[in-house]
């Protein structure tokens, strides 16, 4: 099948991940599901019995979508466990609930699926998307979820100027964003000022949400639009302006108040009942009676009558809650290498298994020497290939592995990850060796080869070659022990490095400037090289910290910063065409070139392969594939289906 009938079909072919195994599947049931005269909760039925809640029939769309449980066929009941942490980890919930978007994710987070869009199709240059929505899928307060509804929450909300001073990206192309119109009560067409091919995997990440997160029977009363008297509803409310109140009551994708209203209608498995307010010490939320999927059993879902997010203060509570058997499915907070022996030790006391997380990452510690340095012998000496090759086989990468990460990784450069149909053999191991004899013939021959008293090179201006490498302690701290170990490793071949630490808003701010010499980062683009390129040009102004003015020439079409050369150029040329392009083996193609180029240049730098993540399933939860992507893009555990989760006796 070519990829434009996968793209017609309504299922994107992307790059296959090596390594997860099993999959939920979701389809579009015939009627079948709903014919067969399916279940539901004893909770509902007893709700319908009493006349407080319509049959089933008549809360399920025409055609439900069915999901294959992952193990089998689930039972009702139960509440999971899982825990957040303070009064801001609001995308905790989202994780495991927001994931009710237009597409979504597989679980191998190869390709994007139907969902509340059951097919679509795109024009040939990837300028027009046309959904055709889940007949009869409804809110979760009956009112039945339309086209009206997608077409209110882009037009109407998010290209609202007072709500939000910039278009979020994800819809903006060409500097335009983009238009939403109605083709019928059930078909959308979104239409872009140029081709954005990218926008189906995009819609399908947690920023993708917008067109599914507002109700416009709901919403569109905290609009001055549609409601003449809103100023005196936002005085009743006490708060300041029409826009904080529509905040408060319909909130957004990343802010804690989407969780913190229970009268707000969503399309979610489940609805809050204890907000994520205030003082709260949990967040409870129970089963949405008219969620739209149901199971190849015609089953409605979730199977868990409830999920319980506990609040905790501090990483040492949730650990004593989860070695206690306090928690259900955990990942979040707990996931770094010194957590790991404890959890390990305790899995039968607390009776859970480990959670195995295959990171999205490339790299677990990138290193980009600042290339268009403000001082000039740095600059050229940055800039020259040969020392960063030398560098590179200046590392003992296998001690760093063994010391910090417990053998758990091999040396790695960048690239997409092993397995991936987009690997690069040389952008991924060139380099890597250990040898530096030939590390000390590579910088002798650059040059370099006079040196101080002490061992330390010295620059053609007679300075020692001596420079510093930014890193976050607070949020990488592996990365400070990993810096210590290459410094030591540097300094074997006359190179004096210092590792600076320095928090988060420094850091950036160094980088904004120019003003630093090198800094660390883990290395994007394992899993989702289209996403997130950062690595193989001058991509990202925050995030390709070797070249930040090439990155602003690139991203203000050549008004800002400073003209890259030209390898950079046409890599920059390349990924416009690969984006713009629909045909994913075509898109392929160009992407190897990118990486041809990038490999050749070796402008970055990689310590070793990105270390897997891990979590806990307690024994008794089903249905959870236990090796899954670790990615904000794969908001884990959400496309894994947590609403056919089920428990055992």
Not at 103 to 111: H, I, K, S
Request: charge should be negative; proline fraction near 7%.
């Amino acid at each position: 099948m070519r990829d434009d009938e996968f793209i017609s079909a309504g299922v994107t072919r992307r790059t296959f991940l090596a390594g997860v195994g099993g999959a939920v599947a979701l389809s579009v049931a015939g009627g079948s599901a709903r014919a067969a005269g399916g279940k539901e909760a004893p909770q509902l039925a007893a709700l319908v019995k009493e006349g407080k809640l319509p049959p089933l029939a008549d809360r399920l769309p025409q055609n439900p979508m069915v999901v294959t449980p992952y193990e089998k066929v689930g039972a009702y009941g139960g509440t999971l466990r899982r825990g957040l942490r303070g009064s801001s980890d609001h995308n905790g919930i989202l994780r495991m609930v927001g994931n009710q978007s237009l597409v979504r994710w597989n679980l191998e987070f190869t390709a994007v699926l139907p969902n509340l869009a059951e097919k679509w199709e795109v024009n040939d240059d990837a300028s027009q998307f046309t959904f055709h929505l889940l007949k009869g899928a409804k809110w979760s307060d009956g009112h039945p979820f339309t086209a009206d509804d997608v077409v209110f929450a882009i037009e109407d909300v998010v290209k609202n100027k007072e709500l939000y001073s910039a278009t979020p990206a994800q819809i903006v192309v060409g500097g335009k964003p983009v238009t939403v119109e109605k083709i019928d009560d059930y078909t959308v067409k979104f239409t872009f000022a140029a081709p954005n091919a990218l926008y189906l995997e995009n819609l399908a990440t947690p920023l993708g949400q917008h067109p599914t997160l507002f109700a416009k029977h709901y919403c569109s009363k905290f609009l001055p639009k549609y409601n003449a008297n809103l100023d005196a509803d936002v005085k009743a409310a006490g708060v300041t302006s029409w826009t904080e109140l529509f905040r408060a009551k319909c909130g957004d994708i990343e802010i804690p108040s989407r969780w913190a209203n229970p009268e707000k209608p969503v399309l979610d498995p489940w609805v809050i009942k204890e907000p994520y307010s205030g003082g709260a010490t949990r967040v409870l939320m129970t089963r949405n009676p008219y969620f739209w999927q149901v199971d190849t059993e015609g089953n409605q879902l979730p199977y868990i009558d409830e999920l319980n997010f506990g609040i905790s203060q501090d990483v040492e509570s949730l650990m004593l809650n989860v070695i206690s058997g306090k928690v259900d499915i955990q990942e979040r907070h707990i996931n770094s290498l010194a957590n790991k022996p404890t959890l390990s030790q305790n899995m039968e006391k607390g009776d859970y298994r480990l959670l195995s997380l295959v990171p999205s990452a490339a790299q677990q510690c990138s290193l980009y020497l600042n290339m268009t340095h403000k001082d000039p012998a740095l600059r050229k000496i940055f800039a020259d290939k040969s020392f960063r090759q030398a560098l590179s086989i200046g590392i003992n990468r296998q001690e760093i592995i063994d010391i910090i990460y417990f053998g758990q990784s091999e040396g790695y450069q960048t690239g997409p990850r092993p397995g991936h149909p987009w690997y690069h053999e040389k952008l991924a191991r060139q380099f890597t060796e250990y040898d530096p004899d030939k590390a000390n013939s590579m910088l002798d021959a650059a040059g370099l080869d006079k040196k101080s008293g002490n061992g330390i090179r010295l620059r053609p201006d007679g300075q020692p070659i001596f420079f510093a490498v930014d890193v976050i302690p607070t949020l990488y701290p592996d990365l400070v022990d990993v810096l210590e170990l290459v410094k030591a490793h540097w300094a074997g071949i006359g190179i004096d490095m210092k590792v600076n630490t320095i928090e988060r808003a420094l850091y950036y701010t160094r980088g904004d400037d120019n003003a630093h010499d090198a800094q660390v980062w883990p290395g994007p683009g394992g899993l989702d090289p289209m996403l997130d390129p950062r690595d193989f040009f001058a991509f990202h102004p925050q995030g390709s910290r070797y070249a930040i003015p090439w990155t602003l020439w690139y991203t203000s079409n050549g008004e800002k910063g400073e003209e890259p050369p030209e390898s950079q150029k046409k890599r920059m040329k390349l990924y416009d065409e690969a984006r713009s392009t629909a045909d994913l083996d075509k898109r392929g193609a160009i992407m190897k070139q990118i990486f041809d180029l990038a490999a050749e240049d070796f402008e970055v730098m990689g310590v070793c392969l990105a270390v897997g993540g891990f979590g806990v399933i307690r024994n008794n939860l089903r249905n959870v594939p236990e090796k899954q992507p670790d990615s904000w893009s794969w908001p884990n555990p959400g496309p894994a289906l947590p609403q056919q989760f089920t428990f055992t006796n």
